[in-house]
């Protein structure tokens, strides 16, 4: 079966440190590939997505999230985090494999210290 | 306002007991999809939708029956609630092209004693 995995299962950082949070899936075709970011107590939210073209994508808030196709990953990454990033963050894929369903990880948990 | 709702928003139910999540949507999007969250396990996937009338089970179906009369409405039910099925439910909709995000309700904490 198709499988993302999501590299740390809890990360703790202080605030202004810089974030890399990675995702790794195992299907080598043409995908679509998505951060989500839930805080706490609410629901998930796109953060950002990349589909085709420039292999670094930007999103909201200062994040951005790199695709490697040969290391079949789409690490997440931040350079200044703030206490309001603390959330849970989930890589999902979707791909001609995965049929019509996105394939989520299994989450990471960010905690940002003040 | 047009978004993705979801009611009951929490629900308290018992062990044997039949429970409906209801889901809608504004956007007349084709797919629609439920989630369970629980610890550990991120998102599962139980049913989804790929229009009005179309229906398939997901990775984690047993124990639920899903309809799909209207293309805006997506319910979710616990045919006899059982306690491994307190978690939280995400409803979820998506258009048909394939890098359209996927858009999710706020979700429905489900507890069954």
């Known amino acids: 079966a198709q499988s993302v995995s999501q590299h740390n299962h809890h990360v703790i950082l202080s605030e202004a440190a810089s974030l890399e949070l990675g995702c790794n899936y195992s299907y080598g075709g043409t995908v679509n590939l998505f951060w989500y970011v839930q805080y706490p107590g609410q629901h998930l939210q796109l953060l950002l997505k990349?589909?085709?073209?420039?292999?670094l994508v930007k999103g909201i808030k200062g994040f951005e999230a790199e695709f490697i196709k040969s290391k079949f990953s789409f690490n997440l990454r931040k350079p200044s985090v703030q206490w309001s990033d603390t959330a849970e963050y989930f890589c999902?894929?979707?791909?001609?494999?995965?049929?019509?369903?996105?394939?989520f990880g299994p989450g990471t948990r960010l905690s940002v210290l003040p | 306002d047009a978004g993705i709702t979801q009611s009951p928003r929490y629900k308290i139910t018992e062990t044997g007991r039949q429970v409906t999540l209801m889901c809608h949507q504004t956007w007349s999007h084709s797919y629609m999809f439920w989630y369970r969250q629980d610890l550990g396990h991120g998102l599962r996937l139980i049913y989804y939708?790929?229009?009005?009338?179309?229906?398939d089970k997901g990775e984690v179906s047993d124990g639920y029956v899903v309809s799909r009369s209207k293309t805006e409405n997506f319910p979710l039910t616990l045919e006899s609630a059982t306690r491994s099925q307190t978690s939280v439910y995400f409803c979820a909709s998506r258009g048909t092209v394939s890098y359209n995000e996927q858009f999710f309700g706020p979700g429905t904490r489900l507890t069954v004693l």
């Open positions: 990349y589909f085709s073209g420039d292999p």
């Open positions: 939708s790929a229009a009005a009338d179309i229906t």
């Open positions: 999902a894929v979707l791909g001609a494999n995965y049929g019509q369903n996105f394939v």
